[in-house]
Every structure is written in C-alpha cells, then in structure tokens.
C-alpha cells in the first residue's frame, strides 16, 4: 500500500535550517525554494551557481571534472592528457561509466589513464618540460588525431603555460591537433565552469574542421549526451529507426571527425542544457543552426522529443514515420509499467544530481507513480532551475509550429532584451506570448522542496524529517544514505545499470526502481535516530 506523507514543506525548510549560525541559514535560505504557484509573474527567484559556503561539506565537484571528465572524457578518439598529480586523472577515468564503440577504425582510448603524473620537483621547477615529453610519447605510441591537455589546481599555481606547449607540439607534429584547457579545479565554484571552457575550446579548435558535407535528410547534432551506461547507444537506436541523421554526439562516444563535422547538422537537440548550452548557442550564431531542448530519459519524454524534432523538420513522411516508430516500441513499455506500476504508485523520491538529471528522470519516475518530494541540483544556474530557455530561433516558422508551446525564458524583460527589435516583431506578430509561473520549476513535482548545492547534513536531515521510499544521487552520497535505511541509486553513474534512455532504457529503469523500492531488506536497519534519538556527542581536545 502506498504510505500517505503528511507534511509542510515550509516546516521542513526551517528545519533544515534550524541547526546553523544566522548568517549560514540566512545564505541557505535563498538556495531552499518550496516549488508552488506564486502570485507574480516572473519566478521566484533561487539563488544558484554561488561559492559554496565554506565548512559545508558539499556533493559538488570541481572545474577540471567538468571539462576534462564530463565534457571531453567521453570521446573515443582523443588522447586526453591530465597535467597534474595522479590522483586527479585517476579519479576521473571511467568511474562515470561512460561506455563506447570502438567502431571499424578501432579507435578507442577511452581505456587508458594518461596523465604527467606530476610530483614535488615539478611543482618546484615547473612541469612543461614534463607535459612536453608525455605528449611527445602519446604521439609516438598512438599517433592519434588530437591531444587534449587539461590543467589540473597546481598547474595553474605555479604558471605552466598549457597552450604554449600543446601549440609547439602542434606545430611540431603537423598531423596532429594538439590543444589545451585551463580547467584548474579551483576557476569556479562547480563542475560548471569546466563545461563552459570545455565547449569553448572545442569550438575553436575541432567544430568546422571537417569541410565535407554529410549525407542525410534530416540531420541533427545530439548536444550534451554522455552515453552513460549505453543511453547514447539506445538514443542512437531510436533516431536510426526513425530515419534521422545523428551528426555528431557531444560527447558520448563521439569522435573526433563527430565535433569536426557538427556544422553541417541542420538542427542542434540539446539533452543536457546545462552542461553544453554554449555550444549549442554558437552553433547557431556562426552557422545558424537552430536547436531545441530534447529528453531522451522517460518513453513519453522520448516519444515528444521525437515528435519535436520532426516537428521542426515538417516533412510528413518523417512525422508519420516517428509515429509509427513510437507506437511500435511503446507497447513494451506500457506493458512492464502495468505490471509495475501497482508496486510503485504513491512512493516518493529525491534526486540530488548535477544540473540536469532531476527534472529528466522526475518524468521517468511520473511514469511509476512516484512522486518526487524533493529535489536539486548541485550547479544547476537559475535558467535550469526554471526550466525554461530562451526561443531558440527567429527561424521558428510560425505557420508550422505552435508558437505558445515553445519554451521561453523566464522573464519577459530578459527575453526581449535577447532579441533584436526584427526579431521580436516577428515573434510577436506570429503570436508570442508569455507563460504565467505556478511554480519556480514546471518539471518538477508541485509542492516539492528544491534545494541548491545540497549538502550532507542537510541530505541526512531531509531523509529523517519526510523518509522517502528511495534517494538518488552519487557516490559520495550512497552510503551514508544507506546506512539511514533508505535504498539509494545512483543517477550518475546509474550503479551497474543502465541504459535508461529511450524506450528499452524506460524498462530496465521501471524495474531496477520496482527492485529498489520494494525490496525488504532496508526494514532490517536502523538509522541512527531509530536505535538512539537524542544522540549527542562531545569532542575532547586532548
Ligand atoms: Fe549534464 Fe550529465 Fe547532468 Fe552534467 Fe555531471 Fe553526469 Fe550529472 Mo554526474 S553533463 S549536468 S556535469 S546530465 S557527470 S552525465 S551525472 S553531475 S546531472
Ligand atoms: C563529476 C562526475 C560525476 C560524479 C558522480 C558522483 C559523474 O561531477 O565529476 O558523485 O557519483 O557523474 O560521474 O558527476
């Protein structure tokens, strides 16, 4: 039976806040938003995308994981040098489980851990010298198509020039492109600064390089999927069978002819905003590319998406065929949710995961029945906690699409001063108008709590305060949520699993979830508050 939930959100919020020094729950207040209607017609505002406060121990990552491990990481065909000590490339090789094909040219370094591995001497004398001999032996061993060096915290302290070596290098070698990043962790405040250099970089050295045209009736560039578990993979399947000409993949399993080629795509569908918005953004200002936001996680999501995309193309023969494609698969899925759906209706979720994956995979749980309590992000910015975007283009045709079902930024003043008087005109003579808000995330369940770079203490809290039947987030969550008693999987790394893109993908997570929650082992623990409410504990200096 599914178990009623008697609680007001504004209460937990001061609970949550009850614990810390003024000025802390003051700074926390802003990044806590109960998700209802408001009276105003801009959003409620939530504060994001700041410093994290000091002594808080957050679920955060840092710049050089954004752009070394999110955003290049996943391509195949590129040697991705880490400069700096171990740790750091270790650390982000492979545990994110980004999976690939090494196709028929067999390129595949995604195997292989490089780095300089930097040690005190370097760090005293300089690490160049260092970084120019690791190139120099990845070039002898595997001469590949590029080399990408990515700087890590001490690199930037000490002043090793990246982008001086990789343009000698380049210079030396002349097959080969050889570029830097200067992602030191500490540029920003998140993972999210990494992507921006990342999507930079990649737009000035690879995008356009590759001159040929592509053959395709309707071709696209797949912005921000990682191929996590295979979702890249099932994702790819669907456009297959659909007739649609996937370009290039930024960046699961993509290649380097893949980046080199996106200028030719005709449109730009863009999974995770979040971390590749800038490229979908230049894309279309140097080529005119237009681009939609798409989500691939959930099969009714699938299914919209699908019908977006040949909804921008408005050729019939693509519409009809993208119907026929969704009913084929779709009655598989409406078969495993009936036979799950009973077991999970009523129970509730929170998803604690980067900037994107809680209002993507709060549509999947919708699909079970599940409701989503809580939710957050750890460097989401205003615009993903809104939900919205900016029209993507003034080629929007106004005689084919339905102007008010296109997503808008959140307010009116913003937009317009985006666009050019040409542009707004005709925008507005094809019948824009502006959404009301009912709440600060329209993909996110009303009434639940979101919370901005959530951290331990809080994360333990909310689970003793509301007990939701599963938590999701990462790594350095799972077991201490765990050892609360509450089953807990990843939607980073999606544990073992995945894919749980696309319509197969949908299955595999119905039932993984079905197993999650309905499994009777978490009733055999006892949290800390259950076996000993009033725990205190006291520190002694000695
Ligand atoms: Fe985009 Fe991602 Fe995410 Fe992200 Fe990430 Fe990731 Fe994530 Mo981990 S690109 S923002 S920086 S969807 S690695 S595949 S799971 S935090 S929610
Ligand atoms: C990162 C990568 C990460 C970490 C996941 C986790 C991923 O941000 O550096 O904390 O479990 O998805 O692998 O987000």
Redo the contacts with the bound molecule.
């Keep these: 039976k599914p178990k009623m939930v008697q609680w007001d959100p504004t209460d937990i919020k001061k609970e949550l806040l009850k614990k810390y020094p003024p000025k802390v729950a003051r700074k926390r207040a802003k990044q806590i938003m109960i998700n209802e209607a408001t009276e105003c017609e801009a959003p409620p505002e939530i504060v994001a995308n700041v410093r994290t406060i000091p002594g808080i121990i957050t679920m955060r990552?840092c710049t050089y994981?954004?752009c070394k491990?999110?955003i290049m990481g996943p391509t195949r065909d590129i040697v991705n040098i880490t400069h700096g000590p171990i740790g750091c490339g270790f650390y982000?090789w492979l545990?994110?489980r980004n999976q690939t094909d090494p196709g028929v040219d067999g390129e595949n370094y995604i195997p292989y851990c490089f780095s300089t591995d930097m040690q005190d001497q370097d760090i005293i004398f300089g690490g160049e010298k260092k970084l120019e001999a690791a190139i120099q032996e990845a070039y002898d061993l595997f001469h590949p198509k590029a080399i990408c060096i990515f700087s890590t915290c001490p690199v930037g302290l000490i002043g090793d020039d990246v982008h001086a070596v990789s343009r000698k290098m380049k210079e030396k070698f002349g097959d080969c492109n050889v570029f830097g990043f200067s992602c030191e962790g500490y540029k920003g405040v998140s993972?999210s600064a990494g992507h921006h250099i990342a999507n930079n970089q990649v737009f000035t050295h690879l995008v356009g390089e590759n001159k040929e045209p592509k053959e395709g009736k309707y071709k696209i560039n797949l912005l921000g999927e990682y191929n996590i578990g295979g979702d890249g993979f099932e994702i790819d399947r669907i456009l297959k069978k659909c007739g649609i000409t996937n370009i290039a993949t930024f960046s699961g399993n993509s290649t380097y002819d893949q980046f080199a080629s996106a200028q030719h795509a005709d449109l730009s569908c863009v999974m995770c905003h979040r971390s590749i918005n800038y490229v979908a953004d230049m894309l279309e200002t140097k080529y005119g590319i237009p681009w939609i936001k798409v989500n691939f996680i959930g099969a009714k999501s699938t299914a919209k998406s699908l019908r977006k995309i040949a909804e921008y193309f408005n050729d019939p023969e693509l519409v009809k065929k993208v119907n026929d494609v969704i009913a084929e698969e779709m009655p598989e899925v409406e078969a495993a949710i009936e036979d799950i759906k009973e077991r999970t209706a009523g129970k509730t979720a929170m998803l604690f995961v980067?900037g994107s994956r809680a209002h993507h995979y709060n549509d999947l749980f919708a699909e079970l029945g599940m409701k989503t309590i809580s939710a957050g992000y750890e460097f989401g910015h205003r615009d993903d906690y809104e939900g919205r975007q900016v029209i993507p283009n003034i080629k929007v045709d106004a005689d084919s699409r339905n102007i008010e079902e296109l997503e808008i930024t959140p307010s009116p003043d913003e937009f317009k001063a985006r666009k050019t008087p040409a542009e707004l005109k005709a925008l507005e003579d094809a019948g824009l108008k502006f959404r009301h808000y009912d709440g600060l995330n329209p993909d996110l369940d009303k009434g639940s709590i979101i919370i901005d770079d959530l951290n331990q203490y809080e994360a333990e809290k909310l689970v003793e305060l509301l007990k939701p039947d599963l938590f999701c987030a990462?790594?350095?969550e799972k077991f201490s949520i765990q050892k609360l008693g509450i089953p807990m999987k990843?939607l980073?790394?999606y544990d073992s699993g995945g894919p749980y893109a696309g319509f197969k993908g949908a299955i595999n997570f119905y039932q993984e979830i079905d197993r999650l929650v309905n499994s009777k082992v978490w009733s055999y623990m006892k949290a800390p508050w259950q076996e000993n409410p009033e725990l205190t504990a006291t520190f002694v200096w000695e």
């Design positions: 990552g994981a954004g491990g999110v982000s545990t994110r993972q980067g990462g790594i350095k990843q980073h790394s």
